[in-house]
Structure formats: structure tokens, C-alpha cells
């Protein structure tokens, strides 16, 4: 597998395949025990933890799974490179009600349901279901490149996981921070389970309608008109709330309403706190079951609860004649009821916010519920304070905010949930009511007893992932060496639901945050900026970017059972891009998805997925791979292919000090990034530096210096130094490379010279570091007046369309005695470069010979004047030709961007990164019509 172990490694592949390379190297690196952490006290290297978010055992790989595997396993693979002990910690979340609804759905085909089954046998099921099914999204990461230690991979339900659960809940409650109350909480009839507060998603926007009905005072004519979104609810009423000073009410205080459906009186209660005089007709009816403002107004008032729903959301005894019905079938016999009793007093449109569970999507239900709950104040107050004093910080810091915010707002928190698959509760209760939590069965508790039904919600064993996956509550090597971790890496939306609770309980269990840095990433979302989802048929599977696919076989599994046509359009439209693919998507690979998601900066809370810019990065790596071949090539037979040492080489020669010097400037910023948590500042430096340093300019103009003029093999002293430094620069940077782009570097390290003293693989490093390069900011600053020199030179040769062989003459022109020094001492390097068999320097001031044209070089040293000369090389004729053509084109383009930006639609919704870069290609266009204007002036001397 190894170039060590095959001798001679064979020659590169012309073409690079990246399904042929990435699968050849990931076994390869869990035989070698790349991904391995080690829990020894006698290893005294630095530790790097970070916890992988647990995916959903129903899950299988999506693109904000791909996104966070590619963030965190470039930080691991980063850390491990510098040679510390690293820990990603894996694992698998039992997702009780999606896991529950998975295994129910699979009944239901059978015309079975839980109950048929009982619990035990139901979670027997579960557990078989999770044998055959739950780990595809494992499989997946793996094909990614994802370096977990995957030996200590945790799911949530095992047993040592169950007995963390089961002793976090009984000291809580030892501790009195667990309690039991009958409470209003959010319910979902759909999943017929609790919700807390965070797994409730408020639909804005919704339309609506605000039903007025009246209720008749008692022994009077009089009335009081309210108002409500939820007619039905009237039918547990049980107060009408009015304003203490509103004086329309005054004579009606403490009076008693007439319920034209159930046989009760409700009494006319005055309340500041709820009741708004100036708003509507200034009556609030009031149903404590089920309306939380309502709620607190009956504890205030010590107004009766009456529920009038069944779990399932059907009206139950307390409605009356409108028993059985379902919420909206109730709604809609209530209206209709008050209207034929004279009762109804009008509809009017009303915009209002739709409860819905974030798993069924259902309308969630606020209801009466006895149920368990978790005192929340004191720790949130605990976790605040670790933040602002430094303890944690956030990344970016402006969610610091928004955690706050939350922290400082927060509710108890109900943990409880009516599901058969998860946590039981470790509580039983008596025949007259007893309750005893213990860690088991207490022997007291024999016939009669019986354990709480209820499992706990899902993310109070995630709250204690950071330490419950080391072995707590035992005191074990692996806690000791790796809590708190370095880094929690994750989606932003997940902030309160996950990172919150972890940082609570880790501070009250482990008395320490349980990690040192919060890394928040933002959401993926299509090419237009709209949210993926399978109703927009905008879903890209991962595996499909890596594998390719064609468009017809991807929406079949986005949207099923639409017709094609239908669908593609859908597609097309979230991914205007996509266009240009033809059928499908090629296979871009792991590595050109992996680099493509690391150059989105963290504070993008939007990342558009563009199929168009995956491409570019899939053509990186054939760069990556084309660029390494002709090295190879060039090192072929070569005494110094086997002298590197691993230590920055001392290069004379002009250019290969500048590369080395560009080199160590690059490994700055890349090791800068990554501290940084800016990814994107490093992957953006890499693809910088290989592309337009290394292959661009030091691949080109090395060339004559490697090379006769016969094209013959050259053995010059400056020959030999080159070979050398070419080969330390790509050995360097592909262990530069490797943490964003781990299979096509370890395929090209495993196959060039390096040092003899590297391990077996690159994923050990080391990340190159000062020592890989010597930096030089003056030779860099040549190098910049070089470029700029020759840029100019190509520039005026490709607007003018000279023939790319054709030898143009180019005179440079300084008053400055360094430049003319420095160009001559590059004479070789600018002819072969700029395309001029005899380039001349000469001093300003000279006349503009007919036919040629001009451009000016900024310089520290003074403007220098690059002089090309275009007559005879080409026609006035073709060059008015050649300019009218371009200007056609270009005023096209322009045309076209203005459109799109003219678009309120594109400048709402577009992320500001694709509205950056509209605005760059705008000014582009306009500088390339000035430069036709002037080209223009200058065809008539042709």
C-alpha cells in the first residue's frame, strides 16, 4: 500500500480517478491506527477532543452532515498532523420519537400497532431494526474521509450510556432539581408525547381568522363580545378576563357568563397583566387549559383546568355534544353552533403563528399533562457565567448574544415523553400515590408497584455526551485525559437544544464546562439561498456529489412518484448552475466536496451549495494531481530526490527563495486560520498558493532552468537546487493539503521523495510548521514587482489577441536603478515568460513607437512602463474586428448581471457572498469595455 512496502512506486495515472483513489486508502488508515486515541497516563503528548454530534440512528448522510464531518474531521486531521493526541468522539443518537415513528410505520405495513406488540417486544423490534438499519450513516462519513476513532464509537442506549442517564436523573432529583407537576405543556397529538419549548417550531405568516362570538351575562341582555384564532377551546372556558379600570365593564365585575354549550357558569374576572383595554372590544376569554397566558391567569385567579382534548387531539367528555370530533372538524361544528344561537358576531382575516412539532410537523396543542421537569435557572445562570467570564468561548461571537438571550429567558425544562423507546424514567409509583426515584428497583417497591411509563426526552442523554461517552459517572482513564474537550463543533440551530444543556450539565456533574471553544457553522441551503427540503426538491444527497449520478436518477429519490419533468425543473431552478452539467453530475469526489464546503466562512449562516463551484474545486484536484506528475517527472533520476530532510532548504537561486518564501507565508496563514476556527481563510490560502504560486509561476518559469534548450535534461548547479526545492515545496504542501483534502494527498505523498524520517502515512504529519520554509518579505516583494511586470506584458498580448508563440518585442522602462539591476538579473525568466526573445531595459521618457501600447506598473521604486509592440503582429482589420466582437459579448454579460441585480427577489434572498461576487464581475465587464475603448484609439497606428 505503501511506496516503502511495494518498492518503486508505479507512475501516476495521467487521468486522476477519485473513486479508484479514495477507496483505496480508508482501510488503509484504520489498519495503520490513524484514528486511534489513546486514554494511557503515561502518554504525555497534548490531547484535541471534540465530540462528534451524534446523527440520528434513522439518518443517513445529508449535506449539514457533510458540512460538519468535513469541519471537524479538518480540525482533527489538523490537530493530529501537529502531533497531538486526538480524540473525535463518535457515536449515534437513539432519537426516540423518529425512531419510534420508524418502527411503527414498518407495523403499520404489517396492520399492526406497538400496543399489539407490547412495550417489551416493541423495543425488541426497535433494537432489530437498529441491528439491520441504524448504522448507514457511519458507512456514509467513512466514504467522506471522517477520522473518528470509530473503536469508541457510543449510541446512546447502551448500557453504560443507560446507567450515565439513570444517575444524572437520580441526582437531580436527590438534589432537588427534577420534579413532578401537573403543568400546561406543549403536545403533539400526532406523536402523542410532551414537547419542550425547543421542539416547537413557530410557523409565521400563517393565515388565519379571528372568530368574535358573544357570551350572555347571567339574568341579564346584556353581552360580552370576544375573540379568538381557536373556537373550539371556548368549550373550556372557564373565565371571561376584562381590564380593572376599563369602564365599559366596571358595573359587570364579579358577574357570572352563561356557556351556551356545557352546563356551567364562568365567572367576568378583572386582570392588568392579560387584558389589553384598548384592543379589540377589551374581553379576553380565558382557558387555562390550554393557552399559556390563560393558564398563568387561572393560577392567578385559581380558575378551574379543564381539558377538553384527548391525547390523539379529538374533543373528549368535557365538550359536550361535540365529543369524538377532531380539532378542525370541532372547530368548524362550534362556529356553526354559535351562529344558529345567535351568538356568532363575525370573521375577519388574521395573520398569526402556527405551533408545529418539529418531528411530525403537526399543530401543536397546548394541554394540561402531569409530567416530569428539570429546574433550570440555577445552571443556566452557571453556564452564562462560564461564557462571559471566558471559561467556553463562541464562535463567531456574535451568537454569544442569542446564547444569553436564551439562557436568560429560560423555562423549566420538561424531560418526559409518552414513547416506548428511550430512557424509562427511574421512578416508581405506589398504589396510593407513593413516587420513589432510584438507581434500581428498591426492594420496597414490590406488587402493586409499578415503573414509570414515560423515557426521558432525547436530549437529556445528549446534555451529557461530553462525559458520559468517557465512562462517567466511573472516574475513568479516558475522562481524566480527555474532559473538558478542546472543541464542540456545530450547526448554529442546534445552539439551545444541545450546546446549552451540555454546557449546564457538564458544569453540574463534572464541575467544569465540558468544552473550551463552541465552533458554530451555518446552514446549507440551495444555489438561490432557499432552505433544502424533499417538498422543494431541492435535496442533494452527498454521496451523489462523490459518486456522480444523472439529474433523472437523483429526483426520483428527492421527489417520489412526481413525474420527471416536473421535478428536473424544480432542480434546475433551486440550481441554475447545474445547467451547464448535462445529464448529471460527474463524479467530483470526496476530496473536491470536502474543499469545496471548507472555503465557507463560519459566519455565513447561509452556505449556498453551487454545483458550479464543486466543479472548479474537482478541477483543483486534477491540478493538484497533473501538477504533481510533471514534478515527479522532472525528478526522475535525480541525486537530490532523496537528500530531503525534512528542514527548510537555503536556496540561491531568485525563484526558488521566493517560493519557499511564499511557502512559509502560506503555512502562517493556514496554521493561523485553523486556530481561528476560520477554515476558509486556510483552504482559500491553499488553493491560492498551489494554484497561482506554485503552479501558475514557479512551475512555468522553473521550467527553462530545468531544461536545455534541446529540451534535454539540465545538470546545473541552479538545475539541482531546483529539483531539490521543487520537491521539499510539493512534499510540504501536500501535508498542507491533506487535512482538506486527505485521499488524493496521501495517494501523491505515498509516491514523491520525502524525508526519511516520516511515518508511514501523511495523516501523522507534521503539519508544516517555521521550520518547512524561511520567510523573506523582501524577496517577496520582488517577486510582486516580477509579476506585475509580466502580468502587464501577457495582459496587453491576450487583449490584442497575439498569437500565443508569436515573439513580441517589450522594452521596460524605469528611472530607477533597482529595477533595471533587478529585470536584468530576470532577463531569461521575463523572455520566456512575456513571450520576447530580447526584452530591453531602458530609462523613461522615451517616445511611444507607432503601433505599440502602454501600460503602467506601480512600484516602490517609482512607475515603470511596460511597452509592447503589437504592429505586424496584428491587422487593423481583425483587431477592430476582435474588439467589436468583445464588446458585443461583454455588453451581453452586462446586460445580464444588471438584470439579475435589478431582481428584488435575487437581492433579498441571495447570500451575501454570491451578491459580493455579482458586483465583482459587474465591475469586471466595465473595466474590460474601458480597455476596449482604448484599444480601439490605438488600431488605427496598426
Known amino acids: 500500500m505503501t511506496a516503502e512496502s511495494s518498492g518503486q512506486a508505479p507512475a501516476l495515472d495521467k487521468a486522476y480517478e477519485p473513486r479508484e483513489v479514495e477507496e483505496r486508502w480508508y482501510s488503509f488508515w484504520e489498519k495503520e491506527g490513524v484514528f486511534e486515541a489513546t486514554d494511557d497516563p503515561n502518554d504525555t503528548r497534548p490531547t484535541y477532543v471534540i465530540p462528534l454530534p451524534p446523527p440520528n440512528v434513522t439518518g443517513s448522510l445529508h449535506m449539514g452532515h457533510a458540512l460538519m464531518a468535513t469541519l471537524e474531521d479538518v480540525l482533527t486531521r489538523w490537530e493530529r498532523m501537529r502531533g497531538k493526541n486526538t480524540l473525535w468522539q463518535p457515536g449515534i443518537d437513539h432519537a426516540g420519537i423518529a425512531t419510534q415513528t420508524v418502527v411503527e410505520r414498518q407495523l403499520a405495513r404489517e396492520s399492526k400497532t406497538r400496543h399489539d406488540l407490547g412495550r417489551e417486544k416493541f423495543v425488541e423490534r426497535v433494537w432489530q431494526w437498529k441491528a439491520e438499519s441504524g448504522g448507514t450513516i457511519t458507512k456514509q462519513m467513512r466514504v467522506l474521509g471522517a477520522s473518528p476513532d470509530w473503536r469508541r464509537t457510543k449510541f446512546t442506549m447502551d448500557d453504560d450510556m443507560g446507567r450515565a442517564v439513570t444517575e444524572a436523573f437520580v441526582r437531580l432529583y436527590e438534589d432537588g432539581l427534577i420534579y ?249 409509583h405506589g398504589p396510593n400515590g407513593e413516587v420513589k426515584v432510584a438507581r434500581t428497583r428498591p426492594p420496597e417497591c414490590g406488587e402493586g408497584w409499578e415503573q414509570d411509563a414515560d423515557v426521558l426526552d432525547t436530549w437529556f442523554s445528549s446534555a451529557l455526551w461530553p462525559f458520559s461517552t468517557l465512562g462517567w459517572p466511573e472516574r475513568t482513564n479516558a475522562l481524566k485525559k480527555f474532559y473538558p474537550a478542546s472543541d464542540l463543533e456545530t450547526g448554529y440551530d442546534i445552539l439551545f437544544f444541545w450546546v446549552a444543556r451540555m454546557m449546564m450539565f457538564g458544569l453540574y456533574f463534572m464541575k467544569d464546562v465540558p468544552f473550551r471553544r463552541v465552533l458554530l457553522h451555518g446552514l446549507v441551503v440551495d444555489e438561490t439561498g432557499e432552505k433544502m427540503s424533499k417538498v422543494k ?214 509516491r514523491s521523495p520525502r524525508p526519511a524520517s516520516r511515518r508511514r502515512t501523511i495523516a501523522f504529519g507534521p503539519y508544516p510548521s517555521d521550520g518547512d520554509a524561511t520567510a523573506d518579505e523582501a524577496v517577496l516583494r520582488d517577486m510582486d514587482l516580477f509579476k506585475a511586470v509580466v502580468g502587464a506584458a501577457r495582459t496587453i498580448r491576450s487583449e490584442h489577441g497575439v498569437d500565443r508563440k508569436a515573439d513580441a518585442p517589450i522594452a521596460i522602462r524605469s528611472d530607477s536603478d533597482t529595477v533595471h539591476a533587478f529585470v536584468k538579473a530576470q532577463m531569461k525568466a521575463l523572455s520566456f515568460l512575456a513571450g520576447s526573445a530580447s526584452p530591453i531595459v531602458e530609462k523613461m521618457g522615451g517616445p511611444r513607437v507607432a503601433g505599440s501600447t502602454v501600460s503602467v506598473v506601480p512600484s516602490p521604486h517609482g512607475p515603470i512602463e511596460v511597452v509592447v509592440g503589437l504592429k505586424g503582429l496584428v ?45 465583482a464581475q459587474k465591475k469586471q465587464l466595465l473595466d474590460a469595455l474601458a480597455r476596449l475603448e482604448e484599444a480601439r484609439r490605438l488600431a488605427d497606428e496598426l
Open 537 to 750: 426538491g431541492n435535496v442533494i444527497d452527498p454521496l451523489d456529489l462523490i459518486y456522480g449520478t444523472t439529474f433523472a436518477e437523483m429526483v426520483k429519490k428527492t421527489l417520489p412518484g412526481a413525474p420527471e419533468a416536473e421535478a428536473l425543473a424544480k432542480f434546475k431552478k433551486a440550481y441554475p448552475s447545474a445547467a451547464g452539467m448535462g445529464t448529471g453530475f460527474p463524479a467530483f469526489g470526496a476530496d473536491a466536496l470536502r474543499f469545496t464546503l471548507s472555503t465557507f466562512a463560519p459566519s455565513n449562516k447561509r452556505i449556498a451549495l453551487a454545483p458550479k463551484r464543486i466543479e472548479g474545486y474537482r478541477h483543483f484536484a486534477n491540478k493538484v494531481w497533473n501538477a504533481s506528475r510533471l514534478v515527479l517527472s522532472h525528478l526522475e533520476g535525480a541525486e537530490g530526490q532523496s537528500a530531503l530532510t525534512g528542514e527548510a532548504p537555503s536556496p540561491k537561486a531568485f525563484f526558488n527563495r521566493w517560493i519557499t518564501a511564499q511557502l512559509a507565508k502560506t503555512i502562517a496563514i493556514c496554521n493561523a486560520g485553523y486556530g481561528a476556527f476560520r477554515i476558509d481563510e486556510a483552504a482559500n490560502e491553499t488553493y491560492r498558493f498551489f494554484w497561482n504560486d506554485f503552479c501558475d509561476w514557479y512551475l512555468e518559469v522553473t521550467k527553462p532552468v530545468l531544461r536545455n534548450a534541446d529540451g534535454t535534461r539540465a545538470e546545473t548547479e541552479e538545475a539541482n537546487e531546483t529539483r531539490h526545492t521543487m520537491a521539499h515545496v510539493l512534499e510540504t504542501t501536500l501535508r498542507l493539503l491533506h487535512p482538506l483534502m486527505p485521499y488524493i494527498t496521501e495517494e501523491l505523498w505515498q
Open 875 to 919: 491587422t487593423k482589420t481583425d483587431e477592430i474586428a476582435r474588439i467589436e466582437r468583445e464588446k458585443k459579448r461583454i455588453s451581453k454579460d452586462l446586460e445580464s448581471i444588471e438584470k439579475k441585480m435589478s431582481s428584488k427577489n435575487f437581492l433579498e434572498r441571495a447570500p451575501k457572498e454570491v451578491i459580493d461576487e455579482t458586483n
Open 180 to 428: 413532578r407537576a401537573t403543568r400546561l405543556i406543549n403536545w403533539c397529538p400526532e406523536c402523542r408525547t410532551a414537547l419542550s419549548d425547543l421542539e416547537v417550531e413557530n410557523e409565521d405568516g400563517a393565515n388565519g381568522e379571528l372568530f368574535q362570538f358573544a357570551y350572555k351575562v347571567e339574568g341579564s341582555d346584556e353581552e360580552i363580545v370576544v375573540a379568538t384564532t381557536r373556537p373550539e377551546t371556548m368549550l373550556g372556558d372557564t373565565a371571561v378576563a376584562v381590564h380593572p379600570d376599563d369602564p365599559r365593564y366596571k358595573h359587570l365585575h364579579g358577574k357570572k357568563l352563561v356557556h351556551p354549550f356545557v352546563d356551567r357558569s364562568i365567572p367576568i374576572i378583572t386582570d392588568a397583566i392579560l387584558v389589553d383595554p384598548k384592543f379589540g372590544t377589551g374581553a379576553v376569554k380565558v382557558t387555562p387549559a390550554h393557552d399559556f397566558n390563560d393558564f398563568a391567569t387561572g393560577k392567578r385567579h385559581g380558575l378551574e383546568e379543564i381539558n377538553i382534548l384527548e391525547l390523539d387531539g379529538t374533543l373528549n367528555d368535557n365538550a359536550g355534544s361535540f365529543k369524538g370530533m377532531d380539532r378542525k372538524r370541532g372547530r368548524s361544528a362550534v362556529k356553526k353552533a354559535l351562529d344558529e344561537k345567535g351568538l356568532a358576531r363575525g370573521t375577519k382575516p388574521h395573520i398569526l403563528s402556527l405551533p408545529r412539532c418539529q418531528r411530525s410537523g403537526g399543530i401543536v396543542e397546548p394541554m394540561i399533562s402531569t409530567q416530569w421537569f428539570t429546574k433550570m435557572k440555577d445552571m443556566a445562570d452557571e453556564a452564562i457565567n462560564a461564557v462571559r467570564d471566558g471559561r467556553t468561548k463562541i464562535i463567531p461571537e456574535e451568537w454569544q448574544k442569542t446564547y444569553d438571550h436564551f439562557l436568560e429567558n429560560i423555562q423549566d425544562w420538561c424531560i418526559s415523553r409518552q414513547l416506548w423507546w428511550g430512557h424509562q424514567i427511574p421512578a416508581w
